[in-house]
């Protein structure tokens, strides 16, 4: 099992960056896929990008693409997602997930195996 904790959020003005980290703890996330997912409120969950195992390979949405970047340290036991020309609608709590399925392209949350709390990202305007 592995544990993950997000941190990192915060507000931030429109155009501007943040740095998400995801600490994981319990095993090593180098046999884990993973992702970060958005959830805004009233709105269902929403994939925002993914990292196959060993980094070689992301996935992001159409949301983000060309703005967001994922990366993982296996070493460190860490995802990070750097975010960049922030927008008001990228305002929601932002969420670290590992996948057993190590590498391919997932997008739905219910296909992940363990997640963290939530980070809280708001980009004002």
């Known amino acids: 099992q592995v544990q993950l904790v997000e941190s990192g959020g915060g507000l931030v003005q429109a155009g501007g960056s943040l740095r998400l980290s995801c600490a994981a703890s319990?095993?090593?996330?180098?046999?884990?896929?993973m992702g970060w997912f958005r959830q805004a409120p009233g709105k269902e969950r929403e994939f925002v990008a993914r990292?196959?195992?060993?980094?070689?390979?992301?996935y992001y949405s159409d949301s983000v693409k060309g703005r967001f970047t994922i990366s993982r340290d296996n070493a460190k036991n860490t995802v990070y997602l750097q975010m960049n020309s922030l927008k008001p609608e990228d305002t929601a709590v932002y969420y670290c997930?590992?996948?057993?399925?190590?590498?391919?392209?997932?997008?739905?949350?219910?296909?992940?195996?363990?997640w963290g709390q939530g980070t809280q990202v708001t980009v004002s305007s």
């Open positions: 997930a590992a996948d057993k399925y190590m590498s391919g392209y997932r997008n739905n949350g219910d296909d992940y195996d363990y």
């Open positions: 319990g095993r090593s996330i180098s046999i884990y896929a």
């Open positions: 990292v196959i195992w060993n980094g070689a390979i992301t």
